[in-house]
């Protein structure tokens, strides 16, 4: 709540443009002062200082409200992801005012699934849309303009078929470009602006990871609890703004090794594909990357993973209000696909901690020689 701006709080314009001129913007910024320097910075008197601390406090501190306010305000509170199983299983689909975090390995439709959200926020409500705009955080230059408009056209071809809707859906996805930690942290304080000026309902960071994980080798001293509170930060900013404006935030994380002692509970060999599997004595595995940490500061994990060279899953490793469950899916040109009967979906296996939850990656293929032509054509046409 600190990251709130002042100008959203009761403070007149001028003040607010005093304190910009000192660089104070946030109501973190002003509670970090004594009253004394507020009065130096502000031009006002003691008094006058000591009330303008109270008034940012109250405006930036957390209201209480009751279980039943909340369970009222259930309708519209969800945001429907177009996957009927698992929105059936998280009532309604992605929680607004919080954080959804997509982990898993490279090719597993991590952006492909973000970019498919991005088109269905833009819909109209009569649509199961938000009618929004969408505001997308990229790290790794991995969003593509051509996929959002194949995805929307593929996926709704009856309404997307005027060129005009395709224009004006195109144009509510604002696309930001961050390549560094700096550049990210600097973003994410100006997204409340942002979120405002663009009518924004849905902010994706794609991906979390990405940035942090090259500037920051955790074998160096000092570097791990850097990191540590550089991603609590954004965690906390993040928060603010998906509870503040009640929009669902969409993160996409990546995956490491563990190499602890630590097995996972479930006596699954992770990593077969295809006749190839991980040796049981193997102590590493593979698991979402950030540490257990980071895994406690978002609200609901989806691990997305491999079953073979051509089917994937999505498994609901943590929510507050799903069980663990575990979903077939495919991508396909129109995005993420559940395949067989939607109604038929479950667990498959007994969860663990999420932040320890072991992932399924792609460490090989099979292939037989004497169908390889076939093959190979199969694998030209999937997507990644």
């Given at each position: ?143 593509s303009a051509e996929r959002l408009v194949e995805i929307a056209q593929s996926r709704f071809p009856d309404y997307?078929s005027v060129r005009e809707r395709v224009e004006e859906m195109a144009s509510r996805v604002h696309l930001f ?127 997305v993973q491999y079953v073979d060279a051509h089917c994937r899953q999505i498994i609901v490793a943590k929510s ?65």
């Amino acid at each position: 709540m600190g990251s709130k701006k002042l100008r959203r709080t009761n403070l007149s314009a001028e003040i607010c443009s005093r304190l910009n001129s000192h660089r104070i913007e946030t109501c973190r910024d002003l509670l970090s002062l004594t009253p004394l320097e507020v009065m130096r910075v502000a031009g006002v008197s003691y008094s006058q200082a000591c009330q303008l601390l109270k008034t940012t406090s109250q405006a930036c501190a957390p209201k209480m409200t009751t279980a039943l306010e909340l369970w009222r305000q259930k309708t519209g509170l969800y945001f429907p992801t177009s996957l009927a199983a698992l929105d059936r299983l998280l009532q309604g689909g992605l929680a607004c005012g919080t954080l959804t975090e997509v982990t898993g390995p490279s090719g597993c439709g991590k952006s492909q699934l973000c970019m498919m959200l991005s088109v269905l926020a833009t819909l109209p409500h009569s649509m199961g849309g938000l009618d929004r705009g969408v505001l997308y955080i990229d790290t790794e230059s991995a969003f593509s303009a051509e996929r959002l408009v194949e995805i929307a056209q593929s996926r709704f071809p009856d309404y997307f078929s005027v060129r005009e809707r395709v224009e004006e859906m195109a144009s509510r996805v604002h696309l930001f470009r961050e390549l560094t930690c700096r550049d990210v942290q600097s973003r994410l304080q100006n997204l409340e602006e942002d979120i405002i000026s663009c009518r924004a309902g849905l902010v994706v960071l794609d991906s979390v990871a990405s940035v942090v994980r090259k500037e920051f080798d955790p074998s160096l001293p000092g570097n791990l609890a850097h990191r540590s509170n550089l991603l609590g930060q954004q965690a906390a900013t993040l928060k603010y703004l998906a509870q503040e404006f009640s929009i669902p935030v969409v993160l996409t994380n990546q995956i490491t090794t563990n190499l602890s002692d630590l097995k996972p509970a479930t006596s699954f060999k992770w990593n077969s594909l295809e006749g190839s599997s991980l040796a049981a004595e193997d102590s590493g595995y593979v698991t979402a990357a950030l540490g257990n940490t980071w895994s406690h500061s978002v609200n609901t994990r989806l691990i997305v993973q491999y079953v073979d060279a051509h089917c994937r899953q999505i498994i609901v490793a943590k929510s507050p209000i799903a069980a663990f469950a575990v979903f077939k899916y495919s991508i396909q040109s129109d995005g993420i696909r559940l395949e067989g009967d939607d109604d038929q979906a479950g667990p498959s296996h007994q969860g663990t901690d999420p932040g320890l939850q072991p992932i399924r990656v792609r460490s090989g293929f099979a292939c037989n020689l004497t169908r390889g032509s076939s093959a190979i054509r199969n694998m030209r046409g999937s997507y990644s």
